[in-house]
């Protein structure tokens, strides 16, 4: 458990996943992703997480993914299995990768229509009742209750919460209502946000980014870990914009532009699949192209 609390305080980095030229994954470009992300010594990699477009996914091929990141991370990094859908599917996929070897369960926030908070709640204690290793949970709400956060914090099998809400109130109130606890509250929304989750008392931050320049998600960590929050502005602004393409068109875009960042620095991984965009536009491509040669020219002459 607490080799799983320490990676959380790191990089959570989510993988994309590539496809083939007909569509199906491609498990050689997604082991040679994985290969590099733990050599860039990436502390925890969420596989299948939403960056891998986890809900465009069949069952068996986030069973492929995320026995192809464990095998490729070769324990260089952490690998945290990401499950979701329905809670019986979310614990079969749990039982699978905990036999492959994963060292965590990442549990998606369950995105139900008609579901109530707490009982999202009860989906992930559930689930880390019957999990055999630690499971952190992905919440993407603010809708749960100061209680629900406690219980989650509490339960022995929790590592730590992903916050996804951008309700900063509400972090800091139950970080101060569960400084009894030992599950770590991690920054949820990446690299732009996680200055100020540092400084509500959050440490770590998941990141798409990670995927195209983990050595500058890595400076980021550092200075936020230093608790120079100048330095890490700095490093942030130069990627602010990438950031902003992800939030197009409702999210929609999120993994599109990781993707395309990383064709245009030679790793062809396809195109993303449907409900997502599919592709950006030329204007959109334009914008990246600068954000990416601005990126790879200041590593040059770092």
Not at 87 to 114: C, N, Q, V, Y
Not at 132 to 144: G, L
Not at 251 to 263: F, H, M
Request: charged fraction near 20%; glycine fraction near 8%; charge should be neutral.
């Amino acid at each position: 458990m607490e080799k799983i609390r320490r990676a959380l305080t790191g990089i959570s980095g989510v993988p994309v996943t590539p496809y083939k030229a007909d569509g199906s994954v491609d498990i050689v470009k997604l082991s040679s992703l994985i290969t590099r992300l733990a050599d860039a010594r990436v502390h925890n990699l969420m596989a299948a997480g939403n960056t891998g477009e986890f809900f465009t996914l069949t069952m068996d091929e986030v069973r492929s993914v995320h026995a192809a990141t464990i095998k490729a991370a070769a324990g260089q990094s952490l690998v945290s299995a990401a499950v979701g859908r329905s809670l019986t599917e979310a614990k079969a996929l749990a039982r699978d990768a905990i036999a492959e070897g994963a060292d965590a369960i990442m549990g998606h926030h369950p995105m139900d229509p008609f579901a109530g908070p707490s009982y999202q709640a009860r989906y992930f204690l559930e689930l880390a009742d019957a999990s055999t290793i630690p499971v952190i949970a992905y919440v993407r709400s603010d809708t749960f209750s100061i209680a629900d956060f406690r219980k989650l914090a509490l339960h022995p099998n929790i590592a730590g919460i992903k916050f996804a809400s951008g309700n900063l109130m509400l972090l800091a109130e139950v970080i101060r209502a569960t400084a009894d606890a030992p599950a770590i509250w991690v920054c949820g929304l990446a690299e732009g946000w996680a200055p100020a989750f540092y400084a509500m008392g959050a440490r770590g931050f998941t990141s798409g980014l990670v995927n195209v320049f983990p050595e500058r998600s890595h400076a980021i960590h550092q200075a936020l870990e230093k608790g120079d929050y100048a330095a890490a502005r700095a490093l942030i602004d130069d990627i602010a914009g990438f950031e902003a393409l992800r939030t197009k068109y409702l999210n929609g875009a999120n993994v599109t532009v990781v993707k395309e960042a990383l064709g245009m620095l030679g790793t062809d991984v396809g195109p993303v699949r449907v409900p997502g965009v599919e592709s950006l536009t030329e204007a959109e491509r334009a914008d990246l192209r600068v954000i990416i040669d601005n990126v790879v020219e200041k590593g040059r002459t770092a």
